[in-house]
């Protein structure tokens, strides 16, 4: 009768121990979903700070062209893309290319 016991209580510890574990699991998940919607959402408020040709010029950038292969692609000259990249680096508050690049690639 003592094993009968014992076994029932190892069943119900089994039983908790899964049971907490699929709860884990199922947080965890909609705490990542959560996250990355934040991050997609911050990324999109970003590009709405620059005009449509920075954002433009900006997908360049996240493709590592260098100035000139963006200036080619968008028939601008490189003084003009130059300026918008400076704008993009004001707006977006980085110094960088890569500071750029960091926002929206993860």
């Keep these: 009768m003592l094993a009968a016991s014992d076994?029932?209580?190892?069943?119900?510890?089994?039983?908790?121990?899964?049971?907490?574990?699929?709860?884990?699991?199922?947080?965890?998940?909609?705490?990542?979903?959560?996250?990355?919607k934040i991050r997609q959402s911050k990324t999109e408020d970003l590009k709405q700070r620059l005009s449509k040709?920075?954002?433009?010029?900006l997908e360049q950038i996240l493709q590592n062209k260098t100035n000139k292969d963006i200036a080619?692609?968008?028939f601008l000259s490189v003084s003009?893309?130059?300026?918008?990249?400076?704008?993009?680096?004001?707006?977006?508050?980085?110094?960088?290319?890569d500071d750029a690049k960091s926002l929206f690639i993860k």
């Design 53 to 57: 040709q920075e954002q433009v010029v």
């Design 80 to 97: 003009t893309v130059k300026t918008h990249i400076n704008n993009i680096y004001k707006k977006l508050n980085v110094q960088s290319r």
């Design 72 to 74: 080619e692609d968008l």
């Design 7 to 36: 076994e029932n209580s190892e069943l119900s510890w089994n039983f908790y121990l899964i049971s907490f574990l699929i709860i884990s699991l199922i947080a965890n998940t909609l705490l990542f979903l959560h996250i990355h």
